[in-house]
């Protein structure tokens, strides 16, 4: 399936900003989704992850609270609504999928990835 993330840009500490994610190509609803993050220096880690029903969502305990991961199956589009930005929220943004099979945190489960859409959060 292929990925396109959008939505990033600019925002002080206490704002939001909604990122988007459109996928082609495949069956979307054969796939669990998930929001990684990257930031500078730094590896890869876990945000948000969705079950294909939309049905089961997990946060990372830093986000917990603060974003929210959602799906609209008819569109083939997952969603991340993030409240409350902090300075550590400063990274590339990825969306995942995962096939239905399974339904992890784990980044080495994705066989597919978007391109990362950048966040910065001015303190």
């Known amino acids: 399936v292929q990925l396109q993330a959008s939505g990033g840009g600019l925002v002080q500490a206490g704002g939001s900003l909604r990122l988007v994610c459109a996928a082609s190509?495949?069956?979307?609803?054969?796939?669990?989704m998930s929001w990684f993050r990257q930031a500078p220096g730094k590896g890869r880690e876990f945000v948000a992850l969705i079950s294909w029903s939309g049905g089961e969502t997990t946060y990372a305990a830093a986000v917990k609270g603060r974003f929210t991961i959602s799906r609209d199956n008819a569109k083939s589009t997952v969603y991340l609504q993030m409240n409350s930005l902090k300075f550590e929220d400063t990274a590339v943004y990825y969306c995942a999928a995962a096939r239905r099979d399974f339904y992890s945190s784990d980044y080495s489960r994705y066989g597919d990835w978007g391109q990362g859409t950048l966040v910065t959060v001015s303190s």
């Open positions: 190509g495949r069956t979307f609803t054969n796939y669990h």
